[in-house]
């Protein structure tokens, strides 16, 4: 996986492209800037989260999404799959910042390094459909 995905690239995608597509809902402010949180067809659906780094040194380059737990991921051309868990505050945060609960806390994840559009896609379709 030689490509990087920047995740101001894949946020932007996600907002214009996915959200309608899929259903999902955002569950941080706009303005937050650590890790923005996607609920998948309303606020109850499946979460993931996309990590965004730190915006005063240009953001994340390269699309980490955590996803909740498992044990069997999807082989998906373009993604690198990690049982490690994040270790981002914003992660670990026991609600998003719009007071909704996180299910990433305390080890339940894992996580996916997507290095294009076309597989940020599939992953998350994938992912809505699981």
Do not use: C
């Not at 932007?12 to 809902?25: A, N």
């Not at 240009?58 to 868990?85: D, N």
Request: avoid cysteine.
């Amino acid at each position: 996986m030689k490509e990087k995905l920047s995740a101001n690239e894949a946020l932007r995608f996600i907002r214009s492209k996915l959200m309608p597509e899929l259903g999902l809902v955002s569950l941080d402010s706009s303005t937050r800037t650590k890790g923005q949180a996607f609920a998948i067809g309303g606020e109850s659906g499946r979460q993931f989260l996309l990590i965004m780094g730190n915006e005063a040194k240009g953001g994340a380059q390269q699309t980490r999404i955590i996803v909740e737990k498992m044990l069997s991921p999807p082989a998906i051309a373009g993604t690198r799959f990690s049982m490690e868990p994040a270790r981002s505050a914003r992660v670990n945060q026991q609600k998003t910042s719009l007071g909704h609960a996180n299910p990433f806390r305390n080890g339940n994840q894992s996580s996916f390094y997507v290095s294009n559009l076309d597989a940020l896609a599939e992953l998350l379709r994938w992912y809505a459909k699981k």
